[in-house]
């Protein structure tokens, strides 16, 4: 049914559940594992000027982020695990990704982010919900806790 599967992560713990469950699937259906972390390029547009070594910075945390998928993975015996650290806006970067790598299947977490904070922040899960060719499973934070 899922020949692969993209796991978006941003290192925190509101990621944890989604990374569980897309191990578990790509086991599952024997499946390719897709870790992606991506550098909001954006950040650059906030600040007059934003120096590469901030992105540098930014660009090895995401590769620490997906090494430790790719730990976990591997200690789930996957054997196909791509980790890819990129730049740009976050949701159109993971629907770039999903297109081009041909990704059956999305699975990320969700901050719970409620009332103001949502609609000034937005929310890169919504976005990839509304926008994915592909389906979509969310993993609320409280997958991660064990709740």
């Not at 569980?20 to 390719?32: F, G, P, V």
């Not at 090895?60 to 200690?75: M, P």
């Not at 990839?128 to 389906?135: C, F, K």
């Amino acid at each position: 049914m899922y020949g692969a599967v993209l796991v978006p992560t941003d290192g925190s713990a509101g990621t944890r559940g989604a990374v569980d469950h897309a191990i578990d699937l790509a086991t599952r259906y024997d499946a390719s594992l897709h870790v992606l972390y991506v550098v909001d390029a954006r950040i650059g547009l906030a600040r007059e000027s934003t120096p590469e070594d901030v992105f540098e910075e930014l660009e090895e945390q995401g590769q620490r982020a997906i090494d430790d998928v790719t730990s976990q993975a591997k200690a789930a015996d996957l054997e196909t695990i791509e980790g890819v650290v990129a730049r740009g806006d976050p949701h159109r970067a993971i629907l770039d990704y999903v297109s081009r790598e041909d990704i059956d299947l999305v699975v990320m977490g969700t901050h719970g982010r409620t009332g103001l904070d949502h609609y000034l922040l937005g929310s890169v899960t919504e976005k990839i919900v509304r926008l994915s060719d592909v389906p979509v499973l969310t993993v609320p934070l409280a997958a991660a806790r064990g709740s």
